[in-house]
């Protein structure tokens, strides 16, 4: 366990020294942040709620689901299937460690790193102009909680799609569908309330409201006591679905290792 | 300036502003200059090499006179052209060969990236057909051209960038690096062509390398450069006997003991049962020193290492 | 041209990964649809929107994401400048007879961005029937006229904003809030962005000149921001002034990067 929070620790170190890039990042996710507002407060000059949610809960929604993205990673990372493309795999799977908690930790040193250099500027230029909704204190411990949830379900999926290197040289196809896939069914691109009722009760059955959504309903204290505890047990529910099938597909991986490269 | 000269240089600068950091908040800007005042010349079909150690400017100074990179000073000519105005004619004379950098198309036939490489350069179809039958006997590349270059050996690509860099009929040709990694025999494919290329065409060579060999073999000229300036300039026997002649001496005593004090050497170096001995080729023999060693220890193995390019500049550098 | 040959190249060498080359097809045309799918979510829930009603906003996204797409195709290679310039190939560039932009656009060509472009024609022609449309012979005329215009402008801000990797290596991100992000702006009628954000979508980066003037105008549209729709026209001198501005500003940068080297 010690090894895997040490995996954390360096990764925030390691992200930590690219500021600039960090930067670029908070002033891209700023942008959509404003853009995305600005759409749905059109909207909601025709109409007082949607799906349940009100102007303010919409535009909240935009700039904490910005600041969430590189949290939970949606977008995934390049670093283990290049891994698994260059054969460099065969070195990580001859190490007395767990691969995929190796991962697991990899991404929550990224989260820790984003939820604080990229969670909140985009959220406090957000503020800045627009009606906020903040959380009470027990909405937000909850909301910590189910982000924190959101980031391995995140990881989970996204190490799924990775795996796909060892079958494909190139990975990048069915990563990119795979992302957009989840974040469309997670509300990255419009909270889903705002689908009709049958997308919306599809996206539900999905694991991905459990990446987004879900935390940021959270956030907007749409789920108490009971429901809360139901939200967290979905979103354990999908981590343990995508754990276990990414180590069944690991596995079948395993077998068939090809070296590529020189 | 004389007209014969391909490559004319007077005073060539080149300075950086680098920022580093002073103490956890400040950043300091410092200078750096890279390249320091330079002349030199290199006269229509010579062979020159251009070493110098890691950091002494040499890269630098070759992407000045490619036009990759302004001068903060000084005049550059090369072919009559100015590098950093006239770049893109430039290119067209130039041809450009990176050891560690593959100018070819990774994933298609290497015949395809000499086809590329007409349209690119504007050769006339005749011409280059002529030239790529040409290069492709001297280099032997005939049942290469099909294969996709990720599939070559280092030396058969190699083979290909050189012919790359030719297809054109540039003026002269720039090498860095080119036979870093390669066995021994196709080293010596690659020396024998640029000395053909060199005498039978006058193509001139300029050649950047850390291989002494290379030097050795092919180089009527070296300049030698280091903290960006030119420290000396002449022929490769003149150098190597003025500054060539420290050796030094490994032996691998039967046991490990304390540095062995023998005259004619100092010991530079030891570990364990292994020592060191630098000496002057022209003060002691290697078997003198031997002897001399054997006499004060049981001595197992040996091994007599020349002087290499870095141990030559130092010792330049030092005088 | 040897543009022309370098993308012949390019195409062949991506060719033999015909599986990858398929699935990253797949890929966008899956973006593109998402796009939409987002849209039509929104008209599930009004029937207008800043005063548009659905296929008058169709009309939008078929006009600025054709636009876009195009300019994906052919331009939008400049962003691999920053990598090429960490891995120190971009030498290699200067080091031939060419325009380095040229060289980048057709040596990092990519066919299957052409996916990009389907989805969003398909919209257009459907929006063309569809949409309440003032048919006259300039009209017909204006729908090239402000593609075109539309392709140089989404070219001149992604060469303009990749730029700043010559000085920061790092921030290419920077670029994506303005590239990716116009095109979200695009697909939508201005008037629900903030009226600072109008005017810099109008003064500043001219998306307002990509689809939303042409399409006001083609829908008349009066008075669309405040202005006369007849500025519709005004697009092609408007995407000369950018592609001018594209060039000086890419020329500072390639300058800048031939006196410090990086």
């Given at each position: 366990?010690?090894?895997?929070?040490?995996?954390?620790?360096?990764?925030?170190?390691?992200?930590?020294?690219?500021?600039?890039?960090?930067l670029?990042?908070?002033?891209?996710?700023?942008?959509?942040?404003?853009?995305?507002a600005?759409?749905?407060?059109?909207?909601?000059?025709?109409?007082?709620?949607?799906?349940?949610?009100?102007?303010?809960?919409?535009?909240?929604?935009?700039?904490?689901a910005?600041?969430?993205?590189?949290?939970?990673?949606?977008?995934?990372?390049?670093?283990?299937?290049?891994?698994?493309?260059?054969?460099?795999?065969?070195?990580?799977l001859?190490?007395?460690?767990?691969q995929?908690?190796?991962?697991?930790?990899?991404?929550?040193?990224n989260?820790?790193?984003y939820?604080?250099?990229?969670?909140?500027?985009?959220?406090?230029?957000?503020a800045?102009?627009?009606?906020?909704?903040?959380?009470s204190?027990?909405?937000?411990?909850?909301f910590?909680?189910?982000?924190?949830?959101?980031?391995g379900?995140?990881?989970?999926?996204?190490?799924?799609?990775?795996?796909?290197?060892?079958?494909?040289?190139?990975y990048?196809g069915?990563n990119?569908?795979g992302?957009?896939?989840?974040?469309?069914?997670?509300?990255?691109?419009?909270?889903?309330?705002?689908?009709?009722?049958w997308?919306?009760?599809?996206?539900?059955?999905?694991?991905?409201?459990?990446?987004?959504?879900?935390?940021?309903?959270?956030?907007?204290?749409?789920?108490?006591?009971?429901?809360?505890?139901?939200?967290?047990?979905?979103?354990?529910?999908?981590?343990?679905v995508?754990?276990?099938?990414?180590?069944?597909?690991?596995?079948?991986?395993?077998?068939?290792?090809?070296?590529?490269g020189? | 300036?004389?007209?014969?000269?391909?490559?004319?240089?007077?005073?060539?600068?080149?300075?950086?502003?680098?920022?580093?950091?002073?103490g956890?908040?400040?950043?300091?800007r410092?200078?750096?200059?890279?390249?320091?005042?330079?002349?030199?010349?290199?006269?229509?079909?010579?062979?020159?090499?251009?070493?110098?150690?890691?950091?002494?400017?040499k890269?630098t100074?070759?992407?000045?006179?490619?036009?990759?990179?302004?001068?903060?000073?000084?005049?550059?000519?090369?072919?009559?052209?100015?590098?950093?105005?006239?770049?893109?004619?430039?290119?067209?004379?130039?041809?450009?060969?990176?050891?560690?950098?593959?100018?070819?198309?990774?994933?298609?036939?290497?015949?395809?990236?000499?086809?590329?490489?007409?349209?690119?350069?504007?050769?006339?179809?005749?011409?280059?057909a002529?030239?790529?039958?040409?290069?492709s006997?001297?280099?032997?590349?005939g049942?290469?051209?099909?294969v996709?270059?990720?599939?070559?050996?280092?030396?058969?690509?190699?083979?290909?960038?050189?012919?790359?860099?030719?297809?054109?009929?540039?003026?002269?040709?720039l090498?860095?690096?080119?036979?870093?990694?390669?066995?021994?025999?196709?080293?010596?494919?690659v020396?024998?062509?640029l000395?053909e290329?060199?005498?039978q065409?006058?193509?001139?060579?300029?050649?950047?390398?850390?291989?002494?060999?290379?030097?050795?073999?092919?180089?009527?000229?070296?300049?030698?450069?280091?903290?960006?300036?030119?420290?000396?300039?002449?022929?490769?026997?003149?150098?190597?006997?003025?500054?060539?002649?420290?050796?030094?001496?490994?032996?691998?005593?039967?046991?490990?003991?304390?540095?062995?004090?023998?005259?004619?050497?100092?010991?530079?170096?030891?570990?364990?049962?292994?020592?060191?001995?630098?000496f002057?080729?022209?003060?002691?023999?290697?078997?003198?020193?031997?002897?001399?060693?054997?006499?004060?220890?049981?001595?197992?193995?040996?091994?007599?290492?020349?002087?290499d390019?870095?141990?030559?500049?130092?010792?330049?550098?030092?005088? | 041209?040897?543009?022309?040959?370098?993308?012949g190249?390019?195409?062949?060498?991506?060719?033999?990964?015909?599986?990858?080359?398929?699935?990253?097809?797949?890929?966008?045309?899956?973006?593109a649809?998402?796009?939409?799918?987002?849209?039509?979510?929104?008209?599930?829930n009004v029937?207008?929107?800043?005063?548009?009603?659905?296929?008058e906003?169709?009309?939008?996204?078929?006009?600025?994401?054709?636009?876009?797409?195009?300019?994906?195709?052919?331009?939008?290679?400049?962003?691999?400048?920053?990598?090429?310039?960490?891995?120190?190939?971009?030498?290699?560039?200067?080091?031939?007879?060419?325009?380095?932009?040229?060289?980048?656009?057709?040596?990092?060509?990519?066919?299957?961005?052409?996916g990009r472009v389907?989805?969003?024609?398909?919209?257009?022609?459907?929006?063309?029937?569809?949409?309440?449309?003032?048919?006259?012979?300039?009209?017909?005329?204006?729908?090239?006229?402000?593609?075109?215009?539309?392709?140089?402008?989404?070219?001149?801000?992604?060469?303009?904003?990749?730029?700043?990797v010559?000085?920061?290596?790092?921030?290419q991100?920077?670029?994506?809030?303005?590239?990716?992000?116009?095109?979200?702006?695009?697909?939508?009628?201005?008037d629900?962005?903030?009226?600072?954000?109008?005017?810099?979508?109008?003064?500043?980066?001219?998306?307002?000149?990509?689809?939303?003037?042409?399409?006001?105008?083609?829908?008349?549209?009066h008075?669309?921001l405040g202005?006369?729709?007849?500025v519709?026209?005004?697009?092609p001198?408007?995407?000369?002034?950018?592609?001018?501005?594209a060039?000086?500003?890419w020329?500072f940068?390639?300058?800048h990067?031939?006196?410090?080297?990086?």
């Amino acid at each position: 366990m010690r090894l895997y929070v040490e995996v954390a620790r360096k990764t925030f170190a390691r992200i930590a020294t690219y500021r600039q890039a960090t930067l670029a990042g908070v002033f891209t996710n700023t942008v959509f942040g404003f853009v995305l507002a600005y759409v749905l407060l059109a909207v909601y000059r025709e109409r007082e709620t949607v799906g349940g949610f009100d102007a303010i809960d919409a535009v909240t929604f935009t700039f904490v689901a910005q600041g969430l993205l590189m949290v939970v990673g949606i977008f995934g990372s390049a670093d283990f299937p290049e891994r698994i493309t260059t054969g460099d795999v065969v070195v990580d799977l001859q190490r007395p460690y767990d691969q995929q908690a190796w991962w697991a930790a990899v991404s929550y040193g990224n989260a820790a790193y984003y939820a604080i250099f990229r969670g909140i500027p985009p959220f406090v230029a957000g503020a800045v102009v627009f009606d906020l909704r903040m959380p009470s204190f027990p909405s937000f411990a909850a909301f910590v909680v189910s982000a924190f949830l959101a980031v391995g379900a995140c990881f989970a999926w996204t190490y799924l799609l990775q795996l796909s290197a060892f079958w494909l040289m190139d990975y990048r196809g069915p990563n990119q569908i795979g992302s957009f896939v989840a974040q469309f069914f997670a509300g990255v691109f419009i909270p889903i309330v705002f689908f009709p009722s049958w997308l919306e009760t599809t996206a539900r059955a999905t694991p991905f409201p459990s990446m987004m959504q879900l935390p940021i309903e959270v956030w907007l204290g749409r789920h108490q006591d009971a429901a809360l505890l139901g939200v967290f047990a979905q979103q354990v529910f999908w981590i343990g679905v995508l754990v276990v099938a990414g180590r069944y597909v690991m596995s079948r991986a395993v077998g068939r290792v090809v070296v590529q490269g020189g | 300036m004389s007209v014969d000269n391909i490559i004319d240089v007077k005073g060539l600068e080149k300075s950086f502003t680098v920022t580093r950091k002073a103490g956890r908040l400040r950043r300091r800007r410092e200078v750096v200059n890279a390249v320091a005042g330079i002349d030199m010349y290199v006269e229509r079909g010579a062979m020159i090499g251009y070493i110098g150690p890691n950091g002494a400017g040499k890269s630098t100074t070759i992407k000045m006179l490619t036009g990759i990179l302004v001068p903060s000073a000084g005049v550059v000519r090369v072919d009559g052209l100015e590098p950093s105005r006239q770049r893109i004619e430039l290119a067209r004379r130039i041809g450009v060969v990176f050891g560690q950098r593959s100018q070819l198309w990774w994933d298609l036939p290497l015949r395809d990236s000499f086809d590329l490489l007409r349209h690119v350069f504007r050769v006339d179809a005749a011409r280059h057909a002529a030239n790529l039958a040409r290069y492709s006997d001297g280099l032997d590349l005939g049942p290469l051209l099909d294969v996709p270059v990720r599939q070559l050996s280092l030396g058969q690509r190699m083979r290909g960038e050189l012919t790359a860099a030719l297809l054109h009929d540039p003026s002269i040709l720039l090498l860095d690096e080119p036979t870093i990694g390669l066995d021994v025999v196709s080293k010596e494919a690659v020396r024998q062509f640029l000395v053909e290329i060199n005498q039978q065409q006058g193509t001139t060579v300029l050649l950047t390398t850390h291989d002494l060999t290379d030097v050795e073999r092919l180089c009527q000229r070296l300049l030698i450069i280091d903290h960006g300036r030119v420290i000396e300039d002449g022929t490769v026997a003149d150098i190597t006997a003025r500054y060539g002649t420290e050796r030094t001496l490994i032996v691998d005593l039967v046991e490990p003991g304390p540095p062995l004090d023998v005259a004619g050497a100092t010991v530079s170096n030891v570990e364990g049962p292994r020592q060191w001995l630098r000496f002057r080729r022209d003060e002691v023999t290697a078997s003198d020193l031997l002897r001399r060693v054997s006499q004060q220890a049981e001595v197992r193995d040996l091994t007599v290492e020349e002087p290499d390019i870095e141990s030559i500049v130092r010792e330049i550098y030092t005088r | 041209m040897v543009w022309r040959h370098l993308v012949g190249a390019r195409i062949r060498a991506d060719w033999q990964y015909r599986t990858s080359f398929f699935l990253f097809l797949l890929g966008q045309s899956l973006i593109a649809c998402l796009d939409i799918a987002v849209i039509a979510s929104i008209f599930t829930n009004v029937d207008s929107l800043g005063g548009w009603s659905g296929y008058e906003v169709a009309l939008l996204f078929g006009l600025g994401g054709v636009s876009f797409g195009v300019a994906d195709l052919l331009i939008s290679q400049v962003e691999t400048a920053s990598r090429h310039i960490k891995a120190g190939t971009f030498d290699l560039f200067l080091l031939r007879p060419l325009s380095p932009l040229v060289h980048l656009s057709a040596s990092e060509f990519a066919l299957r961005r052409l996916g990009r472009v389907i989805q969003p024609f398909i919209v257009l022609v459907v929006a063309l029937f569809k949409a309440p449309i003032d048919w006259r012979v300039e009209t017909a005329l204006l729908i090239p006229v402000a593609i075109a215009a539309g392709i140089v402008i989404f070219g001149a801000i992604w060469v303009i904003t990749s730029s700043i990797v010559f000085w920061t290596v790092d921030s290419q991100e920077v670029a994506s809030a303005f590239t990716y992000g116009g095109n979200m702006a695009t697909q939508y009628p201005l008037d629900v962005l903030g009226v600072w954000m109008r005017r810099i979508a109008t003064f500043v980066l001219p998306l307002a000149f990509v689809a939303y003037f042409p399409a006001a105008r083609m829908l008349d549209h009066h008075e669309p921001l405040g202005l006369p729709n007849i500025v519709a026209w005004a697009a092609p001198a408007v995407a000369v002034i950018a592609a001018l501005g594209a060039r000086a500003v890419w020329g500072f940068a390639i300058r800048h990067y031939r006196s410090t080297g990086s």
